[in-house]
């Protein structure tokens, strides 16, 4: 099993920034991709950016330019650094890992809110 914790979130204005973090333990051996998922009211959940263990990225269109995603993986941490917010960000962040061979887990999730 794998241990996701999650920190930063809350609430910002609109044009500010925030970042978050999820730590990864337990069994980390095997872990390929990390990355961001968000969920806002009434919406499916949604990729917001993936980074490979080759650090290979992908972001969802929407956040292209404002939004960065990078991982310690000495420390089995990704972050996703997003700047330029807007209301239409406001959603529920989840952090997620896929382990080797296609196993997924999720954090618990952190609300980001912004304020128009």
């Known amino acids: 099993q794998v241990q996701l914790v999650e920190s930063g979130g809350g609430l910002v204005q609109a044009g500010g920034s925030q970042r978050l973090s999820c730590a990864a333990s337990?069994?980390?051996?095997?872990?390929?991709?990390m990355g961001w998922y968000r969920q806002a009211p009434g919406k499916q959940r949604e990729l917001v950016a993936i980074?490979?263990?080759?650090?290979?990225?992908t972001y969802a269109d929407p956040v292209k330019g404002r939004f960065t995603i990078s991982r310690d993986n000495a420390k089995n941490t990704v972050y996703l650094q997003m700047n330029g917010l807007k209301p239409e960000d406001s959603a529920v962040y989840y952090c997620?890992?896929?382990?080797?061979?296609?196993?997924?887990?999720w954090g618990q999730g952190t609300q980001v809110t912004v304020s128009s």
């Open positions: 997620y890992v896929k382990k080797w061979p296609k196993t997924d887990y």
């Open positions: 337990g069994s980390i051996f095997g872990i390929n991709a």
């Open positions: 980074i490979t263990s080759g650090s290979t990225t």
